[in-house]
């Protein structure tokens, strides 16, 4: 049996390709354009594993789709393949919708496509999985109740917009061509291969070397955030019992604000490796906030648990104490990232490298 994943050499999806092959004798094929998110050091461990079959190819391509699904006949597709980064959308939102919008079109289309070539069982049981955020759903007020599925879609940013539109395609390709489509919505994740231009992997980063730690406005945008394991196996989840057509929402019950995020890895930091100069919150520096900066979000996940059982292994604090010891512990891996392409976006962004 394969699935095929887009986006695995990713943050999320590359973590996904090592948790799902640590736990199964299934073929990944792993289609990635590798744009600068994308990393195959992040694999490295698979390196001669037969069950990874690695392809560098645009989700856009339908030529391409369609000779990779005639060949490996995945009995899934999971999606996770975007642009994901919401300052990269204000300064160049074309990409965005090239890749977040006809991408997944096309992919939709060439899953249409495989999908009416199946028969018996293997038609019963593919799946197409989309990977999505909660940014679809907007900004909260400091009192509303947490998202539900059911919540208004009001994203604010050309990502998020771009988001919404491809949750959009998969919906409308379920009802009108009856794929077999499964959507989860996530908050925002965090740990190891998390590329440093992310709040928290680039105030680690950042933290280490000494360098300023900027923080957008006031710090005080409330976020829900989980620990990348944790969204991998809620994925797994929803792929294997979620009922078709459906969507969940997966989140970590931890709101936090930014602010609060930045002194806890400043404290983590200084207990693990302290700094001679002083505790690290001293290079914490309030920056101009991005525009349209949503204030909060937070997800309500109980119809995962109660449907499906679903419930977070780690805490914020198991899993933040995990992630900033990777970072410790793979400084090849952050220094291999931190290209020249990635040093002259940083400056791009905040002046500075
Ligand atoms: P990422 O930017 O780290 O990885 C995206 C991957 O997609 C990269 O490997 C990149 O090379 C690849 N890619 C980009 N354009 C492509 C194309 N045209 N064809 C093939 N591959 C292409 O993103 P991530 O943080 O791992 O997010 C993965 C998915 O999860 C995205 O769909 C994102 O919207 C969603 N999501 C992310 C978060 C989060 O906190 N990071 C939260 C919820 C949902």
Redesign the pocket.
Same mark, same amino acid.
């Given at each position: 049996m394969t699935i095929l994943v887009?986006?695995?050499?990713?943050?999320?999806?590359s973590n996904f390709v090592l948790d799902w092959l640590a736990g199964s004798d299934e073929t990944v094929v792993n289609?990635? =354009? =590798?744009?600068y998110?994308?990393?195959l050091r992040n694999l490295a461990s698979l390196q001669g594993d037969a069950r990874h079959v690695f392809v560098k190819?645009?989700?856009?391509d339908r030529a391409l789709l369609d000779g990779l699904l005639a060949e490996h006949r995945p009995r899934a597709i999971v999606?996770?393949?975007?642009?994901?980064?919401v300052d990269r959308s204000i300064h160049g939102p074309g990409e965005f919708m090239?890749?977040?919008v006809m991408?997944t079109f096309t992919l939709l289309e060439a899953a249409r496509g495989h999908f009416a070539t199946l028969q018996g069982d293997a038609k019963s049981a593919f799946r197409f999985h989309h990977?999505?955020?909660?940014e679809v759903y907007g900004s909260l007020g400091p009192a509303a109740p947490a998202f539900t599925e059911q919540h208004v879609y009001e994203p604010n940013s050309p990502y998020s917009a771009s988001?919404a539109a491809s949750d959009h395609l998969v919906r409308a390709w379920h009802h009108t061509y009856g794929l077999p489509v499964l959507t989860t919505?996530?908050?925002?994740?965090y740990g190891p291969y998390h590329?440093p231009e992310?709040l928290i992997p680039l105030m680690i980063v950042n933290a280490l070397a000494g360098k300023p730690l900027p923080v957008y406005g006031d710090g005080l945008q409330v976020r829900d955030w989980l620990y990348v394991g944790d969204?991998c196996s809620a994925i797994r989840t929803v792929l294997e019992r979620g009922r078709v057509g459906e969507t969940y929402n997966v989140g970590g019950w931890n709101e936090q604000a930014n602010r609060d995020i930045v002194l806890t890895i400043c404290a983590l930091l200084d207990e693990l490796r302290p700094d001679p100069a002083g505790p690290r919150a001293r290079l914490i520096t309030h920056v101009a906030d991005r525009p349209g900066h949503d204030r909060r979000y937070a997800i309500d996940a109980r119809k995962i648990e109660r449907e499906l059982g679903w419930r977070p292994a780690e805490t914020f604090a198991t899993g933040i104490r995990k992630t900033v010891q990777w970072y410790l512990d793979h400084a090849d891996w952050v220094a291999d990232v931190q290209s020249g392409g990635y040093r002259d976006w940083m400056s791009k962004q905040y002046g500075g490298g």
């Open positions: 887009t986006g695995g050499a990713g943050f999320i999806g289609l990635d =354009l =590798l744009s998110a994308g990393n190819g645009d989700i856009g999606h996770f393949a975007a642009e994901s980064h090239r890749t977040n991408g990977v999505s955020t909660d988001k919505n996530c908050s925002n994740n590329f992310k969204h």
